[in-house]
């Protein structure tokens, strides 16, 4: 049975991350400064303001519990937008619209959080991504590329058993050098 037989008025799960050139989403020690602009390098891209207008409305993050403690750690870049972390730590709750999740992962996206949210972001780490590719729970990939080479670090995509094929939906370049590529899935394209 697929989501879409479970729930007719399915949301959309988008896998949302940067990554290096390299395929690296932090460096070994964990650390992402890198992400951090040079500044307007590439002439004909975007201004970063733009990718704001072509984003639809985010309904709810999904993020996994190092990501959580990155973005206390950095400036907690969610605002009021209700936020699950799935964890089986306890972690400190800061914030009144952030729950925190332990268990399955299917019945956290049909049971959960379909029937509240239409759209629903994964932002890391990568263990909880592999996970939602592992489990077909991914229906769109939107990956910003970074122009910088790390040489070492934590991969987003790790090793899959599985080949999944994917459809090349958009590509913006911003002016900072990064690149976005989205795909949606091909398996469920008609």
Not at 62 to 85: C, K, M, N
Not at 162 to 182: C, M, T
């Amino acid at each position: 049975m697929s989501r879409d037989d479970v729930n007719p008025n399915k949301s959309t799960v988008i896998l949302h991350v940067v990554s290096s050139l390299d395929g690296f989403i932090a460096k070994k020690d964990n650390t992402v400064a890198w992400l951090d602009s040079p500044g307007d390098v590439y002439e004909r891209g975007v201004s970063a303001d733009r990718g704001q207008e072509v984003v639809e409305p985010v309904y709810c993050f999904v993020l996994g519990s190092r990501t959580y403690e990155h973005a206390l750690e950095l400036g907690w870049p969610y605002g009021d937008s209700p936020t699950i972390v799935v964890t089986n730590r306890e972690l400190p709750a800061t914030r009144k619209s952030v729950e925190f999740y332990s268990g399955d992962l299917k019945r956290l996206v049909e049971v959960v959080l379909a029937p509240r949210y239409k759209n629903i972001w994964l932002v890391g780490g990568a263990i909880l991504c592999q996970s939602f590719l592992t489990l077909g729970l991914v229906d769109e990939i939107r990956l910003t590329i970074a122009p910088v080479l790390l040489g070492d670090g934590l991969r987003l995509f790790g090793t899959s058993e599985a080949e999944q094929r994917w459809k090349l939906k958009d590509v913006v370049a911003y002016k900072n050098g990064f690149v976005e590529l989205s795909y949606c899935s091909a398996v469920k394209l008609s």
